[in-house]
């Protein structure tokens, strides 16, 4: 798994010389997704080491759940457009913060409620009033 990420990254590395350069830049737009990508790489690594330091080792078999999150995050992305960011952003939060919670029901279901509404705002601030971008309206917008 470590090679086949560090392969990807090596090829969206390089992708990211494509990218448009201006003059009045102090860092290109290139920069937060190459660092991103080293650390990444940096990772896969580790996950290279890591499994070469300990032999004799079987390699553990990716999880149902790891498979239910991931087709949870596709479904968020190829929702969010016709739904909407505000709709759909703090029921996904909700179902995974659920998911993943281990308190007894009463309490999950609040601590669910409060993380969904917490990360919502926080994400909301962060890119429309913070960066200046424009969300997804979906069912809310025109």
Known sequence: MGIAVLVLCGV?????FTFRKTEWELLSMAFWPR??????????????A???LEPGKQAEPLAKKAFLAAAGGFAYVLLLKP???LILTPIFIWVFSYWISRRDWPWRLL??????VVGTLAIY??????????LPSGLLGG
């Open 50 to 52: 890591k499994g070469n």
């Open 12 to 16: 969206l590395f390089a992708d990211t």
């Open 83 to 85: 739904v909407g960011f």
């Open 111 to 116: 601590e669910s409620g409060i993380t969904a």
């Open 125 to 134: 601030g962060l890119f429309v009033l913070g960066l200046k971008l424009i």
């Open 35 to 48: 660092l991103l990508l080293l650390i990444l790489a940096g990772l896969a690594i580790y996950l290279i």
